[in-house]
Each structure stands twice: as C-alpha cells, then as structure tokens.
C-alpha cells in the first residue's frame, strides 16, 4: 500500500526534525519546508496526502499556505500549529478550512489521531469521487444520496467492492434502495456495459420462479407454448440482481446454489447445459440467520451469497439525506407534471422532518409525487401532506412501550436540542446557552443524534 504523504512546515529546524522523525515511524513519507514559498513550491510539484504548518513562519503567516494549498486541492487536510492560548488564531484557521490544529508545545499522539482521522475522511471523500464518476449515463450518480454517514460509508463500500467479482448481499429495510445501491455497483463496475436485470423473488409461486430464473423448454408445463431464456441467461456477462433472496423455498435453493459453483444453467424441462458469466448482487429485509436456524434458508447459499455484505440504513436513520432527497423528487415530480414548485412552507418541512418514514425512501418519493400534483402554490403545504405525515407532528404521551426510560430521555433530549436549535435559528452558540449546556457537549449531542 502506497506510503500517505506529508508536507511539515516548521521554521524551527528542532521541531521539524523531531516531527519528521515521529511521523517517518509511523509509515507517513514526509517532506519539509521552512517557509512559505519553499512550502508552495513543494505543493506544486508534489502530491500531497495532509499538511501540518506552524502558523508563524519567516515570510508569512501559515494561514496564506492553508488558502493556497486549497486552491490547489480542497480536499488535502491542513492542520495548523499554534502558539498556546491563541484561540482567535485557531477559529480564523478553522474558518478557512483548516482540518484541526494544536497549541505549542505539540502533543504527538494527539497529532496523530488527528492526522488518523484526518486521512480516513479524505479517503473516504476521494472514493466516493471516484465512484460517482464512474457511473454511466444511464444511471448517473444524480440518484444516489448520502449526505449522511452512514450513506457515505455504504457509497464507500460499494465503491470498493464494485470492481471486484464477489458477490454482494444488500440488506435493510423494504424501500431503503436496495436496488439503487445494486445499479450502483453494475454501472461502477467492468461489467458496465453488459446487462443489469433485475429479479424480484416475492410473490410468485416455486414454479414460476424457477421459469423465470433458469427459463423453460417448450412444453415444460402447461402454457410454455415456446423455449424461453431465464434471467440467468438475460444477465450472462452483466449483473443479475435478485431481491427478496429469502423469498426462494429451500427447494430450489440447491439448484439455485448449484449455478453460482458450475456457473452453467439448465433450463425447466431441458438437459442442455447453457455456460454462464454472472455476477450475483442479492437482496432481502429478512433475518435469513434465523431462517438458517429454522431451515428455510441453506446455510451454503447464505455464504456464498454474503461474500460482502452491504447493510442500508432506513431514512428514519439518516435524517441527512432527507432535504436532499426531498429536493430531488421535487425537481423531478414538479418537471414531469410541469409545476413550478420551488420547496416546503416551514410547517410541511417540519412535519416532514418529524416523520419517521416506516416505507422509508419508497415512501418519500411517493408523498413528494402526491403533494407535487396536489399543490396549489409554488411551495408544498401541510395540506398537501398524507395525513398520517401531519399526525404524527401532534404531541402524544410517552409510555413505557416507547422503549423505556433511557429511550425517552433520548427523544426528550433530542426534542429539546432540535426545538432550541429552530429558536436560535441554527446558531449552535445561542442554542447552547438556552439549553444551559456548553458548545462542545451540545456538538457532542448533534453528532449522537444525527441531527444537521
């Protein structure tokens, strides 16, 4: 694995050596500079993975190198040293994108876990770059949303695993986009250009499903009035999607595993075997380590199926990607029935934001497409709302079938900081003197809660 690159700037030749030393040991390659322009010229010539500069250098401040550093990429963490005490400093750096900073003398090990985390983000931003840009025209990176993180760690892993072979089980909740992270992966992937079907498993009986996955011979049952390929075959070379994985009875399990190991097909009522090159991405909102337990899910076909496993949070879960989606079904909605609807009123929003979403993205794609048709104005009303969205921003008593003690304290918790928030108008400083508490504990409460 390719060494991360480190560019120390530090005019006290002492401390720069003892850094340099420090980060060497820890696998980092490091670069140095004394000054400002021999920094900026290191910059240019050199691809950079962080930088870390003393804000006090001989022809400048290090605060102009931070400016030029994320001209150049603003996605290279810069961390700024400062004298003890100079916290005006600090809060000027951090508001010109500075990652984090230390006060003087440098505590190493707090160095770091900042560099640590530093790199981790910035990887993790890069290889969602990359992933969004690999996707083709037919499925642009335009429907997938994560704001959140817990998105942002399943774009990444999908990221990772899609030019790989390796099969993929997606689980999560019925209408968390189980199927969008599966295009995701095929049009990320080398087999791009081949076919992506789709197969939904629910609601058909064995026969049918058996027709459909491995296709028929002519007269292998009553109405197969001709031969016909199954999905297998349709998706030879691509990308063959299967939702509802748990849907399969047990008994075609076996055949449906013995594909996936021979990587031939035969089709319902033929003998002829038919080669395929297949990758299989499933899906499914059920306990299948319960349905192996109980066998009605084949422990062999769950471990060759989970190779990598993908789990899709519900949208109650990453309440971050809730605008953003909202503006996206807007846009598309308001386009395809030639509305000019530009957003919610404030109280619609709100009610939104307080919806728990039980059909998850499914569910907010078909509320937005439903308040779009039914809007009188340019902005959705509560009145265009389901009125189970409007009902459920009505307060109710809390009773020990909400979870208990600790989870009410929680939702009470979590009322109260987002209530103080919409009073300060998003100033976090003015919500955590009306909450009574300080900055750092109230950013310690929003990151818990997920609240943006």
């Given at each position: ?9 530090e ?25 400002v ?16 500069t ?7 401040e ?11 990429n ?6 700024m ?24 003398p ?10 640590k ?9 890069s ?19 994560a ?9 990444n ?14 689980r ?11 295009r ?12 992506f079907?789709?197969?939904?498993a629910a609601?058909l009986?064995p ?5 459909e ?8 049952f ?9 999905r297998f075959?349709?998706?030879n070379?691509?990308t ?13 399990q076996?055949k ?12 319902l ?70 509305k ?8 619609a929003f709100d009610?939104?934001m307080?919806?728990?979403f039980?059909g ?5 794609e078909n509320?937005?497409?439903r308040?779009v ?23 109710r008593?809390l009773?020990i079938g ?6 009410q ?8 900081i987002i ?13 955590a003197?009306?909450l ?10 929003l990151?818990?809660?997920?609240i943006?």
């Open positions: 694995m390719a060494k991360n690159t480190l560019l120390i700037v005019d006290e030749a002492i401390q720069r050596e003892a850094l340099e030393a420090h980060l060497q040991e820890e696998g980092y390659q490091v670069l140095t500079a004394a000054t322009e021999a920094a900026k010229s290191i910059a240019a010539l050199k691809a950079l993975d962080g930088v870390v003393d804000f006090n250098l001989p022809d400048g290090g605060i102009d190198l931070l400016k030029h550093i994320k001209s150049i603003p996605e290279i963490p810069v961390i040293i400062t004298a003890y005490g100079s916290v005006d400093r600090a809060v000027e750096a951090m508001r010109a994108g500075a990652y984090d900073y230390q006060t003087k440098i505590n190493i090990d707090e160095l770091l876990m900042i560099l985390r530093a790199l981790e983000h910035k990887n993790l931003v290889e969602n770059m990359r992933l969004r840009e690999a996707l083709q025209e037919r499925f642009t990176a335009k429907g997938m949303v704001a959140s993180p817990k998105m942002q760690e399943v774009l892993l999908a990221g990772r695993v899609a030019s790989s072979k390796a099969s993929v089980l997606i999560g909740e019925s209408g968390t986009g189980k199927e969008v992270i599966a995701t992966i095929h049009y990320a992937s080398p087999r791009r250009d081949k076919p079907v789709a197969f939904n609601a009986s026969t049918l499903i058996e027709s996955l491995f296709g028929h011979e002519k007269g292998a009553t109405g197969a009035d001709r031969a016909r390929d199954g075959v349709q998706a070379g691509g063959l999607f299967i939702d509802e994985i748990g849907d399969i009875p047990v008994e075609l076996t449906f595993l013995r594909v996936l190991q021979e990587n031939y097909v035969e089709r009522g033929g003998h002829q075997t038919i080669p395929i090159d297949i990758r299989i991405v499933a899906a499914t909102n059920k306990d299948l380590e319960t349905m192996m337990k109980n066998g009605s899910f084949r422990e062999d076909l769950f471990y060759r199926l989970n190779v990598v496993s993908l789990h899709l949070p519900p949208l109650r879960d990453r309440k971050a990607d809730l605008l953003p989606l909202c503006d996206m079904f807007i846009e598309k909605f308001a386009s395809e029935n030639q000019e609807i530009t957003g919610f009123t404030k109280e009610a939104v307080k919806y728990d039980p998850n993205v499914r569910e907010l509320m937005i497409e308040a048709i039914l809007a009188r104005d340019d902005h959705i009303t509560l009145n265009d709302l389901p009125p189970n969205v409007f009902d459920s921003t009505q307060e008593p009773s909400d979870g208990g003690l600790d989870k304290v929680e939702a009470l918790e979590k009322h109260l209530t103080a928030l919409r009073k300060a108008g998003g100033n976090q400083s003015k919500a003197r009306e009574e508490i300080s900055e750092r504990k109230l950013r310690y409460k990151q818990k809660y997920e943006v």
